[in-house]
């Protein structure tokens, strides 16, 4: 599959895809889909060094990876839990309501999709950028619990939101 990158070839798996094949497979018996999908874990790393750890280039900005999902301890007195979507840089922010995923041919509730934002900075001085993705997460409970994450940048202009683009002058208060 290494070589197989040439014309023609176009990996976009529909959503459907996504949660039935690729996400319950790889939970249930840890199907390898390294050649396609790498695991990732994506809090330790910046949106702009995650198209280098896919195994498939993408002339579409868009690429795929299994994370898993790290929590962190919330500060409510509640038992809700915390995802921690939190880099170096900056952070994945949710944006909107999640969106239900159902089975094409059942019409069953198979899964949900978060849409997400990355927030390069922290705190008030966070600035939105260009890079988006969405998580898809799977109804069934499994004991290996992932979630698959496509990544996109939502324009041609790559470097905008790139430290190595910016000057020390430039950088926000």
Not at 23 to 30: D, H, I, P, V
């Amino acid at each position: 599959m290494d070589n197989f990158n040439g014309m023609g070839y176009r990996f976009h798996p529909t959503e459907d895809e996504i949660i039935n094949h690729f996400l319950e497979l790889k939970m249930k018996y840890g199907t390898d889909f390294s050649a396609v999908i790498k695991e990732v874990d994506i809090s330790n790393f910046e949106p702009w060094e995650l198209p280098d750890q896919s195994p498939l280039s993408s002339d579409d900005q868009e690429w795929y990876f299994f994370s898993t999902i790290a929590y962190k301890p919330s500060n409510k007195s509640t038992s809700k839990r915390v995802v921690e979507r939190t880099t170096r840089a900056g952070f994945w922010k949710v944006t909107g309501k999640d969106r239900e995923i159902y089975d094409d041919n059942s019409g069953q509730l198979i899964g949900k999709r978060k849409a997400l934002v990355f927030y390069q900075g922290h705190g008030s001085n966070a600035v939105k950028t260009n890079w988006a993705m969405h998580e898809y997460h799977s109804q069934t409970v499994h004991q290996n619990t992932y979630v698959l994450c496509r990544l996109r940048r939502k324009s041609d202009d790559a470097e905008d939101d790139q430290p190595s683009s910016r000057s020390a002058s430039t950088s926000r208060h």
